[in-house]
């Protein structure tokens, strides 16, 4: 019997992001027992990035810019049993198939959710404190972030609302309401991009990304965090 699955990728001109994550996708023998649906919500695009994910045999759904936005509709669009969202410029690691599969068999996980553990593009001392620092957070505080991708049954998703309609920590709202203890940690690494922190300091980046939680926390708006986000 063949489980269904939905990869949903959000993304605005990721055509420099778009092949890596895509190709770590279709790369090695597929698991007969899941059947995968790709699809990419795009928020306007200009570039090729709608052309790269029709090449590569993904549904195309066009969604308002922003990952809250994009990500709600591309649950709403998606056809599969279980929901699997990633960022475009996330690489999941080798024998995924398999460890989505081994997930997804388990009928306890169909109200609990699983995360990757993090790693970066980039070599070196700092992106491994920083990585290690976000899979500290996952694991000891329920706090994965969307670069760590998000398992979970469209069934427990849809009766938890989803991710909300916002710019920003749309990621840190559907985990809050998933709960710490309904939280795992799959075997698998999602490799993802540093851009922002070779742009910005392996100090200052970790840093503004805290103060910006904790500004979420005390309740301040989505949209004024998304301004200061970039």
């Not at 698991?31 to 790709?38: D, G, H, N, S, V």
């Not at 591309?74 to 960022?87: S, T």
């Not at 790693?119 to 670069?147: I, K, M, T």
């Not at 049954?153 to 849809?158: G, H, I, N, P, W």
């Given at each position: 019997?063949?489980t269904s699955?939905?990869?949903v ?7 420099q992001r778009?092949p890596?994550c895509?190709?770590?996708?279709t790369a090695g023998?597929?698991a007969r027992?899941?059947?995968c649906?790709?699809?990419i919500?795009?928020g306007?695009?200009s570039?090729a990035?709608?052309?790269l994910a029709?090449a590569a045999?993904?549904r195309i759904?066009a969604a308002p810019?922003?990952r809250?936005?994009?990500?709600r509709q591309?649950?709403e ?6 929901l699997?969202f ?6 999941l690691?080798?024998?995924w198939?398999r460890v989505?599969?081994d997930?997804?068999g ?5 109200r609990?959710?699983g995360?990757?553990?993090l790693?970066?593009?980039e ?7 920083v990585a290690a620092?976000?899979?500290?957070r996952a694991r000891?505080?329920?706090l994965?972030y969307?670069?760590?991708g ?5 069934a ?5 609302g989803g ?7 749309e990621?840190?709202?559907?985990v ?5 203890r ?7 690494i999602?490799?993802?991009s ?8 392996w100090?200052r980046?970790?840093f ?6 904790g500004?979420?926390?005390?309740g301040?708006s ?9």
């Amino acid at each position: 019997m063949q489980t269904s699955l939905s990869i949903v990728i959000p993304t605005v001109n990721g055509a420099q992001r778009l092949p890596g994550c895509l190709a770590a996708l279709t790369a090695g023998n597929g698991a007969r027992a899941l059947e995968c649906e790709l699809v990419i919500v795009d928020g306007g695009s200009s570039d090729a990035s709608v052309t790269l994910a029709g090449a590569a045999g993904a549904r195309i759904i066009a969604a308002p810019k922003g990952r809250g936005p994009q990500l709600r509709q591309g649950a709403e669009a998606a056809r599969g049993e279980w929901l699997f969202f990633l960022h475009d410029d996330t690489r999941l690691g080798d024998g995924w198939r398999r460890v989505v599969l081994d997930f997804i068999g388990d009928a306890g996980n169909r109200r609990r959710a699983g995360y990757c553990r993090l790693a970066f593009d980039e070599p070196g001392s700092a992106a491994a404190r920083v990585a290690a620092l976000a899979n500290w957070r996952a694991r000891a505080l329920g706090l994965p972030y969307g670069d760590q991708g998000l398992l979970i049954a469209r069934a427990f998703y849809q009766d938890l609302g989803g991710y909300p309609d916002q710019p920003l920590m749309e990621d840190v709202a559907l985990v809050r309401k998933i709960g710490r203890r309904r939280l795992s940690p799959l075997n698998l690494i999602a490799v993802t991009s540093a851009a922002r922190y070779r742009q910005d300091g392996w100090w200052r980046r970790p840093f503004k990304n805290l103060w910006l939680l904790g500004l979420y926390f005390l309740g301040a708006s989505p949209t004024w965090l998304a301004e200061r986000y970039r």
